[in-house]
C-alpha cells in the first residue's frame, strides 16, 4: 500500500502522561483505526507499574477495555498481546476469563495469533518447558472490518516447486472438500503466483533495539498489524505505551498515533525519540499534549 502523496501531508504522535482509564475518556468516540498494546501482565512490571495480582487483573482491565470499545471505529481493530502467568505450579486462567468478560462487554474475539519467539531465553522447570510463544489477541465491534490481507502476503516457499510440478486432474478442478464442508480448492490457480497468505503464527525474535523498558517488543510486531488493518493516514492507539515502538512504527508507516504512558520517564524518552524520527521533516511542539508531526511530501 503506497502512503499519501499530498503535497502537504500533517502526520500527528500524541503522548498523553497518566493512566489509561483516564487519559482514553479524552479521545472522542469512534476515532481509531487499530490499537496495538502489550499491558503489564498478572503479577508483573511490580517494580514500574506495582503489578496487578491474577485474580484481580480481568477487574482491573475491563474498565479500560470499555473505553477502548468506545473510541474503535466499527471498522476498527483491538489486538491484545498477553500471556498466562504460571502460579504454584499451574496455568492462570485469567487472560480465558478475560476474553470470556470481554465477549459480554460487547466485543467480538475475532481472531488469535500466536507470537512465536524464535530467541527465546533457555530455562529448565521442574514441571514444564520455556515459553517460546505468546498471544495475540484479535477483538472488533463489528464483523465487518478493515483488513488489507495483500499488505502481508509471504513467498510461496519451497512447498510450490514439488507441489505445483505435476497436478492431476483434480488439482485443476475446484474439488470437493473431503469433510463435507462445502468448500473445495483448485490447486492450479496458484500456478502463477508467487506470493501466499501467512498464517496465524508469527515467527519473530524477541530482541528490540530498546533497552530501557522492562517488556518491549520487536518493532515487527506492531508492524504487521499495521500493514493488515489500517492504510496510511488512520489512527493507531497504544494505551500502554512503554518505550512508544507502537508510536514510532506507526509514523514511520504514514500512520498517526497516540501513546498512553503512566511513567513519565517513558513519556520523555517517546518524546524525544519523536524528534529524531526524520529530523528534516519532523517538528514536536508539545510536551505531554498532542505534538502535531508536519511531513512536507512523500519520499517513497
Known sequence: ????????????????????????????????????????????????YGGIHHDDYVEWFLPISAELLRVLKPTGT????IKEKVVEGERSTYVMELILAMRKQGWLWTEEFIWHKK???PGKWPNRFRDAWERLLQFNKSRKFNMYQEEVMVPMGDWATSRLKNLSATDKIRDNSKVGSGFGKNISNWLERDKAYPTNVLHLA????????SAAFPEELPEWFIKLFTKPDDLILDPF???GTT???ANRMWRNAIGIEVVPEYCEMVKEKLKLLEPPLFETKTKYEPAELKRRAAVR
Not at 12 to 36: F, M, N, W
Not at 78 to 81: A, G, K, S, T
Open 241 to 243: 505505551m512503554g518505550s
Open 1 to 48: 500500500m503506497k502512503p499519501l502523496s499530498n503535497e502537504k501531508m500533517k502526520l500527528t504522535a500524541h503522548v498523553y502522561l497518566g493512566d489509561s482509564k483516564e487519559q482514553l475518556k479524552r479521545l472522542p468516540d469512534d476515532s481509531v483505526d487499530l490499537i496495538v498494546t502489550s499491558p503489564p501482565y498478572a503479577d508483573q512490571r511490580k517494580s514500574t
Open 119 to 121: 530467541n527465546c531465553y
Open 78 to 81: 483491538f489486538v491484545l498481546n
Open 206 to 213: 524477541t530482541e528490540c533495539s530498546n533497552k530501557n523498558h
Open 247 to 249: 508510536l514510532l512504527v
